[in-house]
């Protein structure tokens, strides 16, 4: 179990890769000869092995490593990978991780029989980016997010804009027609009351008289008025009566 290495890839793109391996002592004999001890072993396949990954990674783009199917990107790893990567994201990879670890194995393999080793199989354990790239990428997500935000953002406010101007046509429809109605049924009971004076009139000219001074002295008189009538004016004729009567 090395540990990670920087490698570029065929298309520029500079990334960590810590690898594993899992090996065995096929020939004690030449083992004890050639390496005499574990710690020694496990450097020689670090230097083995990482150098086999690194001619093979050069050779690969990016996507050929950290791709292994006919996966498809989801739409934000599509916006990660459009920050390193050129070319179609969602077609399957030539080759694919899986491939190129066995590639590591078949190439290493040749290497360690002399030194009484027998490689099991080499695995990708980790990919990422560098610290560089990887600001990048976030730097790319967090745009790409708040673009999605903005969006999402104007559409609101566009169903907002849309629903408050079709509740303002409402609230005018509802307004006018309750006005309409309030007019008509204004105009109804004018009419009535209208009615009611000319019968009132027909049957008692003079109290209807009266009644209408009545009416025009509640319009002109306040609560601190003095009212000087002359003698001969309906209202003071009614309370003269009244005044007789007591």
Known sequence: ???????????KTFIYIDNTARWRISNALTFLQAVGSITRAQSLL????????RDLVNKNNLIEIIRSSDW???YMMSTVLSTTQ??????????????ISQQ???????VTPKYGIELIDVMFKRVNYIDTVRKKVYDRMISERKRIAAEKRSFGEGRKAEILGRVDRELKEITSKAKKEATEIK???????????????SQNPEFYAFQKSLE???????????????????????????????
């Open 104 to 110: 590591v194995l078949a190439v290493a393999s040749k």
């Open 86 to 99: 050129t070319g179609d994201m969602t077609k399957p990879p030539k080759q694919g991780r899986d491939k």
């Open 1 to 11: 179990d090395g540990d990670p290495n920087q490698i570029p890839t065929n298309d």
């Open 187 to 201: 105009g109804k009971a004018d009419a009535e009351a209208t009615k009611i004076y000319g019968r009132t009139y």
């Open 216 to 246: 025009s002295y509640k319009n002109i008189i306040t609560g601190n008025t003095s009212l000087i009538l002359s003698s001969d004016s309906d209202l003071f004729r009614y309370l003269e009566s009244l005044k007789k009567q007591n």
């Open 72 to 74: 498809k990107p989801d």
């Open 46 to 53: 670090d230097d083995i092995i990482n150098g086999t990954v």
